[in-house]
Structure formats: structure tokens, C-alpha cells
């Protein structure tokens, strides 16, 4: 399915050489990139697609609810964040009324073990390029933190076994739990950029760049100004593609079809050596 986004196709650039290896204060006159913000859901790992929707599936089996979403249908539940707010909106189509809030939580409690269950059994796994990129940027010095607003559970849940072998690499997570409001909101992000200031791990929103996979995702980085590169997902790559008139630039410093070697830049800054890797990123701030 094609994006009406100018694709770039990776071309070589002039650098001195990857800030990673330059060490993180060389920006050849530039802003530096000190901290990077990463979304979970689509943009670590294709959760949405391959955990969060079997594992709601498994529970509505559960309770004897005949509702199954497949792979595509999902992509409409997509649109409403939250899983509660997801499971109430489906009930009261279903059923015509308000769906009670115990029940849904009933409902949410049980989709979150399924969750859990694919994990363990690792039947879920991070998305190409994200380890390498951690890795980088964890080399490189950067601060690196979480931000999504699912739960807490579901990115302990990851942490504890897609990133397990990879050194901590957060220094602390903005969760569903610590917000009134989700995404596209930016009161996550605002957090997050409140937590990087106090703990003197940045001096600006300017040193600081979000890596999300969606455009509610966008929103919410851009509400709290601050600099995204969308790496699109199975449902994102999907929604700009069924969206018309998207030959206006959507407001990221990059759109990549996927992190690390192999990737189109579909809008942005062409890409040294066609890998968007750190030294790229740092280039978008340049
Ligand atoms: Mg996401």
C-alpha cells in the first residue's frame, strides 16, 4: 500500500562520522541530542497488531462475547485510546448501552494476562532496528525514557522480556498511569520533558526527540514541543495511507518506514548510509 509521502531513498551524505562515535557534544554547530523519548506500543515492538488485539480477542473468548477483531478491523479500534475506553465503545456498540465499569475492568484485568502470557512466550518481538539504536544511544550517553500511556504492566511486561538482555537503558518510564489524559494529549510528554529538566539530563525541549509511530503519538510529542521522528507501524503506514491529501508534510522531523538498515525515508532528511541510526537522528536537530 503506497503513502503519498516524496520518498527518499538513502543516499550518502557528508558527516565527520556518527555523533555516537564523536561523542555526544559534537554537533557541528548545531542543537545536541542528549535525550530521545520512546513510544512502546508500534514503535518498540508491533504490540498492537500481534499482542494487544489477540490478547483482547483471548479475553472477550473468555467471557463468552461474541467479538473476534482481526488483524484489519482492529485498526478502527485503533482510533480510541485506552484499552478500557476501547473495550467500553465495543460493549455499548454491541449492546446498546453504557457497558458497566466493573465489567470492563473485569474485562481489561483479563486482557492484561493475556498480554502478559504472549510475552512470556515470546510471541512478540522489538521491531527492526530498535535494539541497535538503543544500544547507540545507551553508548553514546543519552538519556532514554518511555513514554506511552498504556500501563505500567504492559511495559513491564516488555521490559521484562524483549529488552532483558540489553543493559537498563531508562531512566524511568511516563506509563497510562501517571496521566489524567492520553495521547494525543501531550501531558505525557510535558511530563516526560518536566522529568529530563529536573534531573538535569537536558537543559531544553531543543535537545530532546520522540520516537513514535503514529500521528496521535505526533500530536501528543508536538503539543509538548517537542521534536518526533515517526518510524510507521502496520497500522500507522495503513492510516496515512488510507488518509487523503497527505501531500502536505506532516509536522516530524522524519517519517521512516522502519529504524535501523533498510529503511525509506518517506519524508525528511535523506539518510547517511541508509541506516536511521543515531547519527541521523542527531542530524534532525542539526
Ligand atoms: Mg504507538
Known sequence: M???????????????????????????????????????????????????????????????????????????????????ERIAAQLQELEGTVADPARVEGLQRAKQHHYNALMTTGQLALRPGVEALLRQAHGAGLAQAIVTTSSRSAVNALNQHLLAALPPLFAFWVCGEDVERKKPDPQAYQLALTQLLDRGLVTSADEVLVIEDTSVGLMAARGASLACVLTLSHYSRIALASRSGLRAPLPAAAVVSQLGAGSEVLQGPPCQMGEIALSYLQALLS
Open 2 to 84: 503506497s503513502i503519498n509521502l516524496p520518498i527518499v531513498r538513502a543516499v550518502a551524505i557528508a558527516s565527520c562520522g556518527p555523533p555516537w562515535q564523536r561523542g555526544v557534544g559534537c554537533t557541528e554547530g548545531g542543537l545536541t541530542l542528549r535525550a530521545l523519548l520512546w513510544d512502546v506500543d508500534g514503535t518498540l515492538a508491533e504490540t498492537e497488531r500481534d499482542g494487544h488485539r489477540r490478547a483482547f480477542n483471548r479475553a472477550f473468548a473468555d467471557a463468552g462475547l461474541p467479538i473476534h477483531w482481526d488483524a484489519h478491523g482492529y485498526g478502527r479500534w485503533l482510533r480510541i485510546s485506552g484499552g478500557r
